[in-house]
């Protein structure tokens, strides 16, 4: 793989894959390990991809995959609060939404980001995570009801 190539790649998708795997671990160190090792792999792997959006999607899943590989391999321990990750945002409101997205478990988390972030389909939901269409509908269903629920005890219209 050309350099150039791959130094467009990284600046274009560091943000993406911070952010997938910051969704995944709740942890700002653990994402920056998970950009660093996305990236290698690229790297080393220098796949044939056919497009941009195949490049991005490829790099999410190779993220989702290595989260998950991680928490299983060191479970919850390696997490930290999400008061200790400092993310700026234009508005507290903002914030606040960050706050319950990230309270949610990690299975609901992972389907809204993709859906409302990535701007996947449920059926590509279905194949970055490795679960049935009608799973992935069911997540997303689940996912949103937990939001909605979160959203009406603080008191903001979901």
């Known amino acids: 793989m050309e350099r150039e190539e791959f130094n ?11 952010r997938v795997a910051l969704n995944c671990f709740g942890s700002d160190a653990d994402a920056e390990d998970a950009v ?3 990236l290698l792999r690229y790297y080393t792997a220098d796949p ?6 195949h490049r ?3 790099l999410i899943r190779v993220t989702l995959n290595y ?11 390696r997490q930290v609060s999400m008061e200790e990750v400092e993310i700026p945002f234009e508005n507290p409101e903002e914030g606040e939404l960050f706050s319950i997205v990230m309270a949610l478990p990690e299975k609901y988390r992972t389907a809204l980001y993709l859906f409302y972030y990535e701007d ?7 194949e970055a995570v490795g679960i049935k ?18 959203l009406k005890e603080v008191g903001i219209r979901g």
């Open 56 to 58: 991005r999607r490829w």
């Open 133 to 150: 269409v009608s799973a992935a509908t069911t997540r997303l269903s689940r996912a949103r009801e937990a939001l909605r629920r979160e």
């Open 8 to 18: 467009r790649c990284a600046e274009r998708y560091q943000d993406t894959i911070y």
């Open 67 to 77: 989260c998950k590989n991680e928490l299983r391999r060191f479970g919850r321990r």
């Open 120 to 126: 996947y389909t449920v059926k590509e939901i279905a």
């Open 36 to 38: 660093q090792e996305v």
């Open 48 to 53: 044939a991809l056919e497009s941009e959006e």
